[in-house]
């Protein structure tokens, strides 16, 4: 069906007829009798604007008045045209909204997010961490980071708190093109032998002390639970992290031994890790969990310094 719009500013005749057949769905006539809508308003708003205006005395008469309101409606029918001024779409939005809620629900205006899909229930393909605050990321990785900590004997703390600087306490999860959860809390890069998922990111790395942005591969889990043991296997399979481990509860040294065995390229990393250690986040998400915490491991260690400075997240390893 062919719907004509209005040619010159007298042709509102068929208004109340369009407006009729708005209710029959139709997307043209839902189309003009927006259009048709906008040029009335354009109309009253320039009546306004001139009723406004002082005019010009030597020219302000009845016939020119009259010129006048027929140049305003005329224009705005012009002005109608083409994209308009976005009242009419505006209009078919709405309109075409109601229509299609009073037969068929509408619908999904717009992607749920991650935190959105967890709420309602919908199972994302793999397990999505989507943590809303830095004290549901601690409380939720925590029994991983004490297993985690039990294979490789050092303090749950600290893998915590390495965990909360790469991924920004979850709020900088690692994601794929298509905004699925790599699932990696580590920041651990996918190299040629590695034969799992892998999702490309920016990242940032520091050459020589400066700060560069480039884009690298990362390993992608099908849950948090599986980044988890694959990090345990990355620590413990590795010769130049066995200093670190030798760390025991030392949260210091642990964070020091990572970054000596160039974990990261961020000469403050081991810095930052204590700055979380320190931090009233992590003491106050860890809060509720202390009575379920596990006895400290035996290794001699000076614990976590306290300098309460946040950390920035940091992608890569």
Do not use: C
């Amino acid at each position: 069906m062919s719907v004509q719009g209005p040619s010159n500013y007298n042709d509102f005749a068929g208004l109340a007829s369009l407006r009729a057949q708005s209710g029959k769905n139709d997307p043209e006539v839902l189309r003009e009798v927006a259009r048709q809508f906008e040029s009335l308003f354009t109309s009253m708003m320039l009546k306004s604007m001139r009723d406004a205006s002082m005019g010009d005395p030597m020219f302000d008469s009845d016939s020119e008045r009259a010129y006048r309101d027929m140049f305003d409606q005329q224009m705005a029918v012009e002005m109608s045209q083409g994209k308009g001024l976005g009242i009419a779409d505006m209009l078919v939005r709405q309109l075409s909204g109601t229509m299609r809620s009073a037969s068929s629900p509408a619908p999904q205006a717009m992607p749920l997010t991650p935190t959105d899909r967890l709420r309602s229930g919908e199972q994302p393909r793999g397990e999505d961490f989507a943590p809303g605050s830095p004290e549901e990321f601690v409380q939720s990785i925590w029994p991983h980071a004490r297993n985690a900590a039990g294979e490789l004997g050092v303090d749950p703390r600290s893998i915590v708190a390495q965990a909360a600087l790469e991924t920004g306490w979850g709020r900088h999860m690692i994601r794929g093109a298509d905004g699925q959860n790599g699932n990696n809390l580590f920041g651990i890069k996918a190299s040629a032998d590695w034969n799992g998922r892998r999702v490309s990111v920016d990242t940032l790395e520091y050459e020589d002390g400066i700060a560069r942005r480039q884009r690298d591969w990362f390993r992608a889990y099908d849950s948090v639970a599986e980044g988890f043991r694959d990090y345990v296997e990355f620590l413990k399979g590795s010769a130049r992290y066995q200093p670190a481990l030798a760390a025991g509860s030392d949260t210091d040294a642990f964070a020091d031994g990572l970054q000596r065995a160039g974990y990261a390229t961020d000469p403050a990393y081991a810095e930052k890790i204590r700055s979380i250690l320190g931090g009233r986040v992590l003491e106050s998400a860890l809060a509720p969990l202390k009575d379920s915490a596990p006895p400290p491991i035996s290794n001699s260690g000076t614990g976590g310094s306290s300098i309460g400075r946040s950390a920035t997240a940091r992608v890569g390893v």
